[in-house]
């Protein structure tokens, strides 16, 4: 069982900057990939970005890729979410989640696939 706290989400400016942690305990962090997900009001869940268990690889939406990065620390458990240039539209609760020893981009930006959530950190970009 993997347990999953995100925290860094707050207030910010259109422009500015925040990032993102997620600390993981209960399992053995390295052996899973890691994943960022947003959900905003009345919207669907969407994926953000992604990175493999070693790192190597990563993975970004569209939407997002120039001005959010993801990386990980094995040593710390923990993944991080670079995000920059945020606009009112990345307004959302953002979510990190685990998957299981996933490596292909298809697993890696589904949600179904991933077996462990946090509850989420809000973030509010004002314009």
């Known amino acids: 069982q993997v347990q999953l706290v995100e925290s860094g989400g707050g207030l910010v400016q259109a422009g500015g900057s925040l990032r993102l942690s997620c600390a993981a305990s209960g399992g053995t962090f390295s052996s899973y990939a890691m994943g960022w997900f947003r959900q905003a009001p009345g919207k669907e869940r969407e994926f953000v970005a992604a990175i493999t268990w070693s790192g190597s690889s990563t993975y970004y939406a569209d939407s997002v890729k120039g001005r959010f990065t993801i990386s990980r620390d094995n040593a710390k458990n923990t993944v991080y979410l670079q995000m920059g240039s945020l606009e009112p539209e990345d307004t959302a609760t953002y979510y990190c989640?685990?998957?299981?020893?996933?490596?292909?981009?298809?697993?890696?930006?589904?949600?179904?696939?991933?077996?462990?959530w946090g509850q989420g950190t809000q973030v509010t970009v004002s314009s």
């Open positions: 989640a685990a998957n299981y020893k996933a490596s292909s981009g298809y697993s890696l930006s589904t949600g179904n696939r991933y077996r462990y």
